[in-house]
């Protein structure tokens, strides 16, 4: 390619509403132009990437025996209805009414269509497994959609479904696809993480998350120092392996603890750690008003709540739901008194002469034992791990990570398939539900991360698996016939070889010209200019360490070729 | 490929709704399904096809200098209020409201969001000409979705937009872009027609399409038998060769007509040629209502009145508007006494002594002759041409043929530049408005198109170009050991030439396999069989001619490239 020919408009200076590093760099690098909130042309440039994205996936997917096919970005509201999701999926579901008044959505991922497709054309056990993707545009009216390809609102995913005759089916299929996942995100040339996650809205019975690890990252994920386990706070156990206090149990005293509103401050003003202040939250959880106790210094974790009281949802009462289920002001809960189920962090269950509220306005308890003064209804892990919790896979010790979740994948069971009456028959005849999957990577987030990790203050530092071009070629003095025709040539040499080059023939100054290269990211840059070419020799710039190499100019296309190798290899 | 690990549900029953030949068999052949009103699933094999039309596509867009980026399906409303389509385009357009209760689209067509980056980003002459170019998903909100993919709702397209300093540039833009649509559907292997159209509503100056030409084409096509011009009947002009009526002028004369109502039924009360009775429509042309002349054995051809009067819009008067006009009665309209201006078709400039309406019940005028008893504003031609109408390019005769449209080209001028202010520097620092075209392929349609051209009453027939494989291997008898090694052999030789072959593993009766194979319409196919492997032979068919060879085992490797070549040089 010729960059005089081709659209590659950089600019200088950081779009406005631009929050993080890819977003900035895609814009200035002329890879993304936006047209709404959310929503983004893709120039030639980041095509390019997302492309590269998307057959790296193509591949690996079809390795693992996936099928791909193509959904229609519109769908009918019949299969969302059927599927129950048509009334809880709230507004990230942008719904409308065609000429006919009939209702429709733009799909934010494709469970139903694909569970219609399937229900219709398979009939038999025979005709399972079978494993559907596509890579499509797909729509999810965020709220507050942000960070440029990280958080679009229109944005290209990949999504598979599997479907198996059984449980142990779909555990294989998944393990399948995480296997590709790991391939595809290593050929990306990507440091990433598979991380246990909690499934979520979107049901189901286990799944990972992919998380490309950057400094930059939104996600928090806890990972072994010594292991290769990992999994996202909302997930990650925290083992009970808590001290217990060998102190015998005072009477309980009412204290009055007046201006003293947080944790530390009680814990401060009576005296005593911060781990001895117990907090109780009041909770919703589905119909359910419940309270759960955790130590002052730690964090409660929704997610695990929920999964342990197999509630639809849970979340944090109301004011007046407060109110009612303690006969206290809000600020000041305890267990004593309530009339709730008590459920308590297994960490409590060490504690003894421990603080908690007094269902009074500036009152809490000193001395607060449970068993003898309240009852729970059971301990279990409701608390964040954090750092220096021990991995519970091999005793190593939690370490925080920063990450960008770029893939998801979910056994997901019967849900769509009980609910959309999606079944085959088994050998004997007999009608069984399907057992299904899904599993889906972002192909702008995946590109966007690749930046997040992979940057320096000058731009972009692509892999060269995803680079948009591999190598740039710099003729420094456009006036000079040497310099363009030995650029030229090597140009026309490497589109030979089938190196994807692109060749800076613009009429620009060679500072111009740099820091376009650094801002684009190409991972190799040549550099011809008269100065060196007057020792017959031509530059060699390595992105991805700065590395400068001087070299022959009759050996320049093997050296190209031979550093293009290495990065391929990982070996620079 | 492995049929048994694919998903290709084939169907014996053509589904209800299809009326025509492409939307049936690629139903029927598990290439798409329905999921709403023209709106489908690409299943694998349908989705193949597609690539490889896209791919075509793509290569000579390229190659004609044309720059890929992809635009969103989702467009906002402020930029085609900018236009002024937003309330021009009709139910067509789909819109709604995201939720924050702005405005938006699905893109039908990009002109505005084309038009939007080119003017953020191009300031001078010097960027220009640039063409871009998508493949991607649009939405038309049909009110009678048809046809498959030949009119959906959502469906695949390219195009592609020119920006150029001048009308010259524009021109060489639209003759690239001319000159690749004729490679892109040769390649693609269909026979097709370039046709001078009207550019109708998108307006600009002028415009071709591309036609393949099919008997079950719903389109016309006016074309010369003698060389290559063709043009669409809307467009195609009729030569002023009518002969001159030799008659001395009569005395006009009014006569009763009681009860004939058609040309034909007062022609033959009249005892006179039906061209000798000449129409008077009354139409409405933007804001004028007009007179338009034609023989009785002639059609009113709207498009062409509309471009001689350079009127936004032509229609015919509503019954109001011609009583209002004529001060007579609808069905008896003629030109003498009535208060609009009148226009006449060439043909109506040679007769005399003609027959017209008199603008009172169940009255004719016989002996009529124009500039004596009316005034005619002006004659040219305002009607459709027909087959044996003379060609105005070489003298040869017209004929009709029936075509798809798979393409359109349009040079655009300054339609979009002007209403969306997208101007550039000049060499003289002077802002210029910057010259557009735009350039259509249907994907989906080119792939219907290929059926509709390409079929028997077996199946689909493709062009080995976009054929989903182009080789099938079917082992007959998948209990013999001979026959499934042979074809294991084969069908893994085929994989390392890197032909695009698919063995039917399954385990099904060979009728079952054969009406298959002949149902989705490889291009060629391998019949492995006990029978004939007894003489160390195997047996080709070719899918095109029916054509059926016989040929020793160790030969049919060669024997398969030879016959693939031979289908992609058209000598088959």
Redesign the interface.
Known sequence: MRLS???V?TLRENPSDAEVVSHKLMVRAGMI?K??AG??????MG?RV?RKVENIIRKYMNEA?A??????????AE?WKESGRWNVYG??L?R????HD?D?C?GPTHEE?VT??VR??IKSYKDLP?N?YQIQ?K?R?E?RPRFGLMRG??FIMKDAYSFDVDDEGAEKSYGLMRDAYCKIFESCGLKYKVVEADSGAIGGNFSHEFMVTAETGEDFVISCDSCDYAANVEKAPVIDNFEEDDEVEKPIEKIETKNQKTVEEVAKFLNVETKKVVKTMILKAGDEIVAVMIRGDHELNLAKIKNFLNAPFVEFATPEEIVKATNGPLGFSGPIGINVKIYADNAVKKLKNYVVGGNEKDIHLINVNHTRDFKVTAFSDFINAKPGDKCPKCGGTYVITKGIEVGHIFKLGTKYSKSMNATYLDKDGKQQYIVMGCYGIGVGRTAAAAIEQNHDEKGIIWPIQIAPFEVVIIPINTDDEDVVNLSETLYKKLLKKNVEVIIDDRNERAGVKFNDADLVGYPIRVNIGKKTLENGEVEIVIRKTGDKINCKKDDALSEILRIREELYNNKI
């Open positions: 020919k081709y659209f408009p132009r047209v709404a929503i983004y042309n893709y120039l030639p095509l997302i025996g099928i791909e096919i193509l959904m229609p970005a519109v769908v009918p299969l507004k990230e942008l409308f009414k065609d000429r009939r429709f733009m269509v219609d497709i219709n054309e079978v559907l545009t729509f009216d709220v609102r229109e």
